[in-house]
């Protein structure tokens, strides 16, 4: 079966003090092939261990209906409001399969192999996707571009402050150009 789904991420899913069962519709060899990371109202975020935090219910046929269900929490109260859940492919980055000289020829192993390749590709796609990225023919240094956004948000908060002030600023000397102006025209 081909991977027809082009993602790899199901979310993020917003916490409402209610649900705990979150569905993902990308195919996964097993359950352990989930990572599902908790984020707080901060933005902090945590990964959750699988039959500790949450458990995972797989659909049975993962080439014609992939996927399946995360539940959480296994105890206590659900993800309240403003928390948030996602889901992403987490294969390690490994190639498990072996195919030996003049053994059996079964197809399932390699359509499963190819599969595996391309769903790795995807879980890698998604996070460069979320990648400070500069153009093909720049010369900047990605880092140095994210170290700039995250400057720049740590200020984020004071950003209307500082827009109010000049504002301000800009209202008094306009008004001091304006009175200048009116004292030359009345001395003239």
Do not use: H
Not at 110 to 128: F, G, H, P, T, Y
Not at 129 to 149: E, G
Not at 154 to 166: F, N, S, T, V
Request: with cysteine.
């Amino acid at each position: 079966m081909t991977i027809s789904s082009t993602t790899r991420k199901a979310g993020p899913f917003d916490g409402n003090g209610v649900t705990t069962s979150f569905p993902f519709t990308f195919k996964v060899f097993a359950k352990s092939d989930l990572r599902v990371v908790c984020t707080t109202p901060g933005g902090t975020e945590s990964d959750l261990v699988l039959y500790s935090d949450y458990s995972v219910a797989l659909n049975a046929d993962q080439d014609s209906n992939p996927g399946g269900t995360v539940t959480y929490p296994l105890s206590g109260d659900p993800l309240p409001a403003e928390w948030r859940l996602t889901l992403v492919g987490a294969l390690d980055y490994l190639q498990p399969t072996d195919i030996t000289n003049g053994g059996g020829f079964f197809p399932r192993v390699i359509e499963n192999a190819l599969d595996r390749s391309i769903m790795l590709v995807q879980q890698i796609k998604e996070q460069v996707d979320r990648s400070a990225k500069v153009p093909i023919t720049s010369a900047d240094d990605p880092a140095a571009l994210a170290d700039a956004i995250a400057t720049l948000a740590a200020y984020a908060d004071d950003i209307p402050a500082l827009a109010a002030d000049a504002q301000t600023a800009l209202i008094s000397a306009a008004t001091a150009t304006t009175q200048a102006g009116i004292a030359t025209t009345k001395a003239g």
